[in-house]
């Protein structure tokens, strides 16, 4: 199945098309110059040295373990697709404009969030970030904002489910950005 707009066709990432994408993905690393993305021969004897095949099947069972629901996502949400305009400037509100919705399709729910905090460790002096992955208390703020959120569409019952605590999304979040490389090289 193969979802997406504009010209860019992406295939879902869900449980009937994961082994498509992980072959799309083999396939086109195969093709890579590989070298001069390593930067040296020493880096790329290192790489060799990994099994990727059972790199992926070990991702594609804790992707798969996790059972995040699937939603529509963005998929390439970060920092730089997040606008945020000041309402009035005697308050503090915000309209906040999420953009750049090509990729876009239906995803596990910690993909979106495991993308964005990806984006954190991203070298990006201009947004003034170290480059680590952030730790469970960064994320809190961001996880938190999404449970009042769906809180107020849906309804206090969606705090009652253990699916929607602040733990499991940190754990989705964390699970699913180590998927990024992967759609990345789709």
Not at 6 to 27: A, H, M, S
Request: with cysteine; hydrophobic share 40%; glycine share 4%.
């Amino acid at each position: 199945m193969k979802v997406g707009f504009v010209n860019k066709l992406f295939y879902c990432f869900l449980p009937e098309n994961v082994d498509q994408i992980y072959g799309k993905v083999v396939v086109r690393f195969h093709n890579m110059d590989i070298i001069s993305l390593y930067g040296s021969e020493t880096h790329l004897n290192t790489f060799l040295t990994r099994d990727l095949l059972a790199e992926m099947s070990w991702l594609r069972h804790q992707v798969l373990a996790i059972k995040s629901p699937v939603l529509f996502s963005h998929n390439d949400f970060n920092r730089t697709n997040i606008l945020i305009r000041d309402l009035n400037p005697d308050n503090n509100e915000l309209d906040i404009y999420f953009v750049d919705f090509d990729f876009s399709s239906y995803n596990y729910r910690g993909c979106d969030f495991g993308n964005y905090f990806s984006t954190w460790a991203s070298d990006s002096a201009e947004f003034g970030v170290d480059s680590r992955f952030p730790t469970n208390c960064q994320m809190c703020p961001f996880i938190d904002g999404y449970i009042r959120e769906m809180t107020a569409i849906n309804g206090n019952s969606f705090t009652q489910l253990e699916i929607n605590s602040r733990q499991r999304l940190i754990k989705e979040a964390k699970r699913e950005q180590l998927t990024v490389p992967m759609t990345a090289l789709n």
